[in-house]
């Protein structure tokens, strides 16, 4: 499974950012099959989940950091997971990376990360 980030970049506070993760290359199972989440990390602290969303895309779970301002969506019938991020903080700067596990057998895969930098 192969996954890829986009639509990072530089924001100023207060504004938003959409990432988006499309995942191919499933071969025994399909997207639908796969818990997704986001995580990001900075330089100097451990790696931070962001947000995720279950399977069959009904729970949700976020960071107590972003509640109120990121939501976690996906597409299954493109393959893809979306994290919308508004009223950005700088402390939201970090490179941002999508995370699919399988229910069935637990085996993770990771993107390669987008930057996501909000500064003034």
């Known amino acids: 499974v192969q996954l890829v980030e986009s639509g990072g970049g530089l924001v100023q506070p207060g504004g938003s950012l959409r990432l988006s993760c499309a995942a191919s290359g499933f071969k025994y199972s399909t997207f639908s099959s796969y818990t997704m989440s986001w995580f990001r990390h900075t330089p100097g602290k451990e790696r931070e989940l962001v947000a995720a969303?279950?399977?069959?895309?009904?729970?949700?779970n976020y960071a107590d950091s972003v509640k109120g301002r990121f939501t976690i969506s996906r597409d299954n019938a493109k393959n893809t997971v979306y994290l919308q991020m508004n009223s950005l903080k700088p402390e939201d700067t970090a490179v941002y990376y999508c995370?699919?596990?399988?229910?069935?057998?637990?085996?993770?895969?990771w993107g390669q990360g987008t930057q996501v930098t909000v500064s003034s």
């Open positions: 995370k699919a596990r399988r229910v069935s057998t637990g085996l993770g895969f």
């Open positions: 969303l279950a399977s069959a895309g009904g729970s949700t």
